[in-house]
């Protein structure tokens, strides 16, 4: 007998979901039959490539994906997003937590909007989403926010950025307990260092280094994340809550 994952019916949100583990996030929920929503900062090229990836999931079914604008910084706009989402699909199944940005230097060196920049959309913005998006989950539903390697292993540079992803690791153990009255799961996924234009920028003598704690010798893909979300979200995961899922080859450097 074979196991099947389907989402037709369900309304999936995903932040940050015009490139990389977003938008792979975003194609994976699609396939397994979600409506998906893609939210982004309108910040440079982010509308452009929602557009297109809106475009693409429908042509291949009509109607079954849309854009959604918002800064998730910005609590006003994320409270208007989610409610806009729900009036239109009659509420949120998923809501996958993944916009992130990054400003990494040295503590010493680091500049105080550096520091809140990074806190506002990694941190503060995880927050606004699951605060609004939980007014409007149907009960039964799950929330899935990206933490990262980095709040484990606390990479030099990245002050900022190991601090958020802390903290959204911990808010999700909270939220565990608040949303189990209404069978809300929240979980998180840790992951090591992905191909994407992120990863793009760490220096290659840096990579070398980084490959050699990865047992299976290779960086991750955005489908190793998006599959791993998919699993969380699924009835298969039903009696999972409150966990972070380390996505990375088996490092432990």
């Not at 699993?231 to 972070?244: D, M, V, W």
Request: aromatic share 6%.
């Amino acid at each position: 007998m074979s196991i099947e994952i389907n989402f037709e019916g369900k309304t999936a949100l995903i932040t940050g979901a015009s490139q990389g583990i977003g938008a792979q996030m975003a194609r994976t929920f699609h396939r397994a039959g979600a409506t998906v929503v893609l939210n982004h900062p309108d910040h440079g090229d982010t509308g452009a490539n929602a557009s297109a990836l809106c475009a693409e999931l429908n042509a291949e079914r009509a109607e079954s994906a849309f854009v959604a604008v918002a800064n998730v910084a910005d609590p006003a706009a994320v409270q208007s997003m989610m409610s806009d989402v729900a009036q239109r699909c009659g509420g949120i199944d998923f809501l996958i937590n993944n916009a992130a940005i990054i400003r990494d230097r040295t503590v010493s060196k680091m500049t105080l909007e550096e520091w809140d920049a990074v806190i506002s959309v990694n941190l503060s913005g995880v927050f606004h989403c699951c605060k609004f998006g939980l007014e409007k989950m149907r009960d039964g539903g799950a929330i899935v926010s990206l933490g990262s390697i980095a709040a484990i292993q606390g990479f030099y540079g990245q002050a900022n950025y190991a601090a958020a992803k802390a903290g959204v690791l911990a808010m999700m153990r909270v939220l565990s307990r608040e949303g189990a009255r209404r069978g809300i799961r929240a979980n998180a996924i840790a992951p090591g260092v992905i191909e994407t234009a992120m990863a793009a920028t760490i220096p290659e003598n840096v990579r070398v280094e980084m490959l050699k704690n990865v047992p299976l010798a290779r960086f991750g893909e955005p489908a190793d994340v998006a599959n791993a979300a998919l699993f969380l979200c699924s009835p298969l995961a039903a009696y999972i809550t409150g966990q972070t899922l380390e996505v990375n080859g088996g490092w432990r450097g």
